[in-house]
T-cell receptor, first 108, second 115 residues
């Protein structure tokens, strides 16, 4: 079993839709959590950190559930420009473990 | 304010050769991590450098080695290249200052092809 697991998708949604991604992690000692976005053949870019209290940045909401060891990302009112691969990242003692990503395609 | 810069952008090598990739961290960042990303997969952690020492290492063989310089820049060296080493190599920096769990900023990567 991988240390960080994501549904690879692809998720194909129309513009304006709400879409949610989940990510599970196996090590309960994990310390910090992030969502990154990666466009095709580009570097990953930090989307947002994830906290137990939940955090929101515009149309994006991230949530951490330590008891169940999963994190989520909710995208509201999807835009064409949201099409990308979304990577879940779990940090522990300075080591970052990435999921393999969930691919989102937003269609007109 | 320059972000993370990597060189070269692309590189082609043959099996058995050695390669050195370079990374300059974002201004104000003191910690550099290296990742290998194969097509269709997430980045795989190779190692992390802080204060010129390797602090963490992923599941990569000793053929993968690195170095961090006093100005925080870093090199990744890979010896005895194999076909399976073909991948995008990403450098990421963060302002850990010993905290270990700060978000990272990535460079554009070096695309390494082994023939």
């Amino acid at each position: 079993r991988k240390e960080v697991e994501q549904d690879p998708g692809p998720f194909n949604v129309p513009e304006g839709a709400t879409v949610a991604f989940n990510c599970t992690y196996s090590n309960s000692a994990s310390q910090s959590f992030f969502w990154y976005r990666q466009d095709c053949r580009k570097e990953p870019k930090l989307l947002m950190s994830v906290y137990s209290s939940g955090n929101e940045d515009g149309r994006f909401t991230a949530q951490l559930n330590r008891a169940s060891q999963y994190i989520s990302l909710l995208i509201r009112d999807s835009k064409l420009s949201d099409s990308a691969t979304y990577l879940c990242v779990v940090n522990r003692e300075g080591k970052s473990t990435f999921g393999d990503g969930t691919t989102l395609t937003v269609k007109p | 304010d320059a972000g993370v810069t990597q060189s070269p952008t692309h590189l082609i090598k043959t099996r058995g050769q050695q390669v050195t990739l370079r990374c300059s961290p974002k201004s104000g960042h003191d910690t550099v991590s290296w990742y290998q990303q194969a097509l269709g997969q997430g980045p795989q952690f190779i190692f992390q450098y802080y204060e010129e020492e390797e602090r963490q290492r992923g599941n990569f063989p000793d053929r993968f080695s690195g170095h961090q310089f006093p100005n925080y820049s870093s090199e990744l060296n890979v010896n005895a290249l194999l076909l399976g080493d073909s991948a995008l190599y990403l450098c990421a920096s963060s302002a850990n200052k010993g905290l270990n769990n700060q978000p990272q900023h990535f460079g554009d990567g070096t695309r390494l092809s082994i023939l």
